[in-house]
């Protein structure tokens, strides 16, 4: 009997001690469920103030402009899915090597059309759509027929030069990379503050007259109120421009009388390989009489791998106001701008120039 009680007693140990260790195991089942598992989305709130789901990883990321694709390239070019825009062989010089290889995917700017066939084949986690206009329900509308199209997050942000650090805080967040845009907002809000207070020193007899002269027979332009010939005002100079803006793309179309007439101390131009008329003001007769041309003070706007001045116009215009206000007034500004192109090229391309590459971006381009 004493066995039997013996044998009871043991067996009902080993029973409590079997659920016990049950009980343990899968209490501790639940907790590494628990703090393993994580969120495939998140909700978040564009710049337009869109309600929009969107992967909680974001590894491959594509844009409607050149705008926003250059923002992202100076952020995170490993998750580029494909480029907005076409680059010459000369532009590439400048550019990553696994960049420059990427696919061109098209853009909705400039009347370009996205691949969305081959855009879907990407399989971007989202879209980013930063445009040059303001914020409207058109770029609201816009984004929503291609999200609905591609079944693919689009996101509105604020492209307007005042809102650069908001956005690139923004896609910093988003993508991962947080200390990487400050150090990006820091050197656009520095160069903003250095040159908007030295454009309050211009007195207005001094202010610098300039015609921008867009186009391959430079006839075409924009007046200070266009978003594309902004940099001007920044900088305080007298844009002489005296036609209606144009919406979109802007280039109004002016005659040769009227360049004639607003006579400007100094013209910029884009350079003949870009289908611009730099070449053809400083050798045709008919602009000979112009006081930039006589002075020779017609200088090309530098546009590797892009355009310092506009078009697109991005974060690559930070280096333009240092460029353009050297330019113009030299006497007030005297940055040295090899130095300023390489550090901008460094900082923001991860690319490393020579003395001499960045000299050959200045070479029709400085005072």
């Not at 186009?215 to 002489?240: M, R």
Request: charged share 20%; aromatic share 8%; proline share 6%.
């Amino acid at each position: 009997m004493f066995k039997q009680r013996k044998f009871k007693t043991a067996t009902i140990i080993t029973m409590l001690f079997i659920l016990i260790c049950t009980l343990f195991t899968g209490c501790s089942s639940k907790k590494t469920t628990t703090s393993t598992s994580q969120p495939t989305s998140k909700t978040i709130t564009d710049h337009a103030g869109r309600s929009i789901t969107i992967p909680a990883n974001i590894n491959k990321v594509y844009y409607t402009s050149p705008l926003s694709m250059i923002m992202v390239y100076t952020l995170v070019p490993e998750k580029m899915a494909g480029l907005s825009m076409q680059f010459t062989e000369n532009d590439k010089k400048y550019l990553l090597p696994q960049v420059k290889e990427l696919p061109y995917l098209g853009g909705l700017q400039m009347n370009a059309k996205i691949n969305t066939e081959e855009l879907a084949k990407a399989k971007p986690d989202v879209i980013f759509s930063i445009g040059p206009d303001p914020l409207s329900e058109t770029s609201i509308c816009t984004a929503d027929k291609l999200q609905q199209q591609l079944n693919i997050p689009v996101i509105v942000l604020d492209g307007d030069i005042n809102s650069t650090e908001k956005t690139f805080a923004f896609l910093g967040q988003m993508l991962g990379v947080e200390d990487r845009a400050k150090e990006l907002i820091a050197y656009c809000n520095k160069t903003m503050q250095e040159i908007v207070e030295i454009a309050k020193t211009i007195p207005e007899e001094k202010k610098i007259r300039v015609y921008y002269a867009e186009g391959p027979k430079g006839l075409a332009t924009e007046p200070k109120t266009s978003p594309h010939a902004l940099l001007l005002n920044i900088i305080n100079a007298q844009n002489v421009a005296e036609v209606e803006a144009k919406g979109g793309s802007g280039m109004s179309n002016v005659s040769l009388e009227q360049v004639l007439k607003w006579n400007p101390d100094v013209i910029l131009s884009w350079g003949t390989d870009r289908g611009g008329a730099y070449d053809l003001i400083l050798t045709s007769p008919d602009w000979k009489n112009i006081s930039a041309v006589k002075n020779q003070k017609v200088y090309e706007v530098p546009n590797s791998p892009f355009n310092w001045f506009d078009r697109p116009p991005s974060v690559n215009r930070f280096l333009g106001l240092k460029w353009l206000t050297a330019t113009l007034y030299p006497d007030v500004y005297k940055p040295d701008m090899v130095k300023e192109v390489k550090d901008f090229y460094k900082l923001f391309y991860h690319v490393d120039l020579s003395d001499q590459d960045a000299k050959s971006l200045l070479k029709t381009s400085l005072h």
